[in-house]
């Protein structure tokens, strides 16, 4: 069981991985365009030094058009970091549980050590997991209730 979640994270980790590097391919694209309209577009559609209604059109349309190409490029940007930000965790989650199953299955562990290795990777694995992509991230409440579900289960042994 533990075998196929550790394949599944390390699966979607990759995934992630692979997106992350797409949007980045894509926010270099859209900045490089977008500076090339911008060093371009000086010398294609000049602007006059006398305000007339065809100077303010083609302000206008640079302004749009630059507008959206940055908007673009920061959409791809948030995108790459979230995607980076998946990744690093669930690289994490697959880590935490190779470690547990490593410990719990070492020969000399008594049942103490086994339930607090297992308390660390259900934080690991629940909690909300900083990577540097995402946003300063607060204790997580869903990791509380999913330690207290575990702690309340019945013993293996009794």
Wanted: charged share 15%; with cysteine.
């Amino acid at each position: 069981m533990r075998g196929n979640n550790i394949k599944r994270f390390s699966a979607s980790a990759s995934g992630h991985v692979c997106r992350a590097r797409g949007w980045l391919a894509a926010a270099v694209f859209l900045g490089v365009a977008l500076v090339a309209f911008a060093l371009t577009s000086v010398d294609l559609f000049p602007l006059d030094a006398k305000f007339t209604p065809r100077v303010f059109q083609i302000a206008i349309a640079k302004l749009v058009v630059f507008s959206l190409g940055s908007y673009a490029t920061a959409a791809a940007l948030a995108a790459f970091r979230a995607e980076s930000h998946n990744a690093i965790v669930d690289n994490h989650r697959a880590n935490a549980l190779t470690t547990f199953e490593a410990f719990v299955n070492a020969p000399h562990i008594d049942q103490d050590t086994k339930n607090a290795i297992l308390t660390q990777t259900t934080t690991a694995i629940f909690a909300q997991q900083p990577s540097g992509y995402g946003q300063a991230a607060e204790a997580s409440p869903i990791a509380a209730n999913v330690l207290e579900i575990v702690k309340q289960l019945p013993k293996s042994g009794s």
